[in-house]
């Protein structure tokens, strides 16, 4: 795929649209005209807010619509619930916390720091409690990660169902977090040479616990409590949550109060009940902690038309993998009959959401969109028939198959599954 024209229009082509005024709103012709061009505006005469209005900011109004949403029919109660990072209305790569998607199994809690205690026992020399002051004096790291949860695309192994990226594929998000290495809190208990697993426990009223590979712990999980160079929000576990690098987003425990180590792992609810596969023939895969590689066309897409009718589209998406960095994005705009390769544009970090683009001369006529993820240990990201023949289809967890989106002559965009 060498050829000039998948790396979408030529700069000559794109002014050239731009002159006709076909593509582009405000064409060069109507300029003398525009009333915004030509008269005195009330923002030109009138003295804006002085600094101290919002201490705090948020985005302006006009943005009002770029926020958290959830499915009502989807859980009978919003105590425990989730709901859908706006992904289709975001771009570059980190998610603001304001609208990170959130999943509560006993609503989100308010623990104050004062109050905040971080206990480490089970096979240790020394049982330990932390204060958060204490976990404030431990070196930190920074680093950039997303946080899938395993049940994102869950209601699409069937056939498509929801009509947007922000709820197909809007369980996710991406922050820069700053926290303590594990590694360095269970080297100050002490871990006992029979340790092999560890044991995290939340502090909130479902009580929610994982058993983690003592392995994973040292190697790069965090607790963490800065994200996006603030105080965690409330709702992502403020004042310190376990960061488990590229692993479902269920083993991310909020709110964290514990960490036991134990010589085997403890078969807790959310690691058997819930957040197992049930395959074809009825038994249920277990330990399945990585998310595989993954990618989202997230503009246009069915909340994210196209309005400015055909000429030069910005075609751009998220991808990502829990096993590193995403070494090549495809995006089709005939269903995978050709297949051309994305711009990366943006950090590739491990772990972490890449953002992808890829410019094209819409022509007006339909199209049906999908990309495709590589990350860099080679593994291709599946389309659904592909993921439902070795899975069966009694999923939830874990689909990280291809999207696919119908974009109509008229730029309205659809939820469809062509496998
Ligand atoms: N203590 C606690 N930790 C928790 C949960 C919870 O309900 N309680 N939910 C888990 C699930 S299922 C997910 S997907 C993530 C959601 O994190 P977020 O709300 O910051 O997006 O937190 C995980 N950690
Ligand atoms: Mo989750």
């Known amino acids: 795929m060498s050829d000039d024209s998948d790396k979408g229009p030529s700069r000559r082509g794109f002014l050239g649209a731009m002159a006709a005024g076909g593509a582009l709103a405000a064409g060069g012709a109507r300029a003398a005209s525009d009333p915004l061009i030509t008269e005195v505006q009330p923002w030109n005469q009138l003295l804006g807010e002085g600094v101290d209005e919002t201490p705090y900011g948020l985005p302006i109004r006009f943005e009002s619509d770029v926020v958290r949403r959830d499915v009502p029919w989807l859980t009978a109660d919003p105590i425990s619930s989730v ?25 989100a809690i308010e623990l104050a720091k004062p109050d905040y205690r971080l206990m ?9 409690v932390f204060t958060y002051a204490d976990l404030e004096r431990f070196p930190r790291e920074t680093h950039v990660y997303f946080m899938e949860c395993a049940a994102n695309s869950g209601m699409e192994w069937a056939g ?13 998000h991406n922050m820069e977090y700053v926290g303590v290495p594990v590694r360095l809190l269970l080297e100050e208990a002490g871990v006992k040479p029979e340790g092999k697993w560890v044991l995290a426990e939340g502090a909130d009223a479902a009580g929610m616990t994982r058993s983690i590979p003592l392995e994973k712990m040292l190697d790069d999980c965090l607790v963490a409590f800065k994200a996006n160079g603030e105080a ?9 949550r376990l960061v488990v690098p590229g692993w479902e987003g269920n083993m991310w425990v909020k709110w964290l109060r514990r960490l036991e180590v134990g010589d085997e792992p403890w078969e807790q609810r959310e690691e058997t009940s819930k957040y197992t596969d049930v395959m074809a023939d009825g038994s249920a895969r277990k330990w399945t902690w990585v998310m595989d590689a993954k990618s989202v066309i997230t503009s246009p897409s069915p909340q994210a038309p196209i309005t400015h009718g055909k000429g030069p589209l910005v075609i751009t998406g998220l991808a990502w993998s829990g096993r590193g960095t995403i070494r090549r994005v495809d995006v089709t705009t005939d269903g995978g009959i050709t297949w051309h390769e994305a711009r990366l544009s943006g950090p590739s970090f491990s772990k972490a959401l890449h953002r992808f683009h890829f410019d094209v001369d819409w022509d007006g006529s339909e199209m049906i969109l999908q990309s495709r993820a ?17 899975r069966g289809e009694n999923s939830i967890y874990h689909n990280n198959g291809i999207q696919t989106w119908l974009v109509m002559p008229d730029g309205r965009v659809e939820n469809v599954e062509i496998s």
């Open 232 to 240: 965690l929000r409330k709702e992502h576990g403020y004042p310190a």
């Open 83 to 107: 709901n859908f990072t706006p992904i289709h209305a975001l771009e570059g790569t980190i998610t603001p916390q304001g609208c990170a998607f959130e999943r509560h199994h006993a609503g």
């Open 160 to 172: 498509a169902q929801l009509n947007g990226c922000q709820f197909t594929q809007g369980m996710i």
């Open 374 to 390: 590589i990350d860099d240990t080679g593994y291709v990201q599946p389309t659904k028939d592909q993921l439902r023949a070795f």
């Open 120 to 128: 480490i026992n089970g096979l240790v020399d020394r049982q330990m």
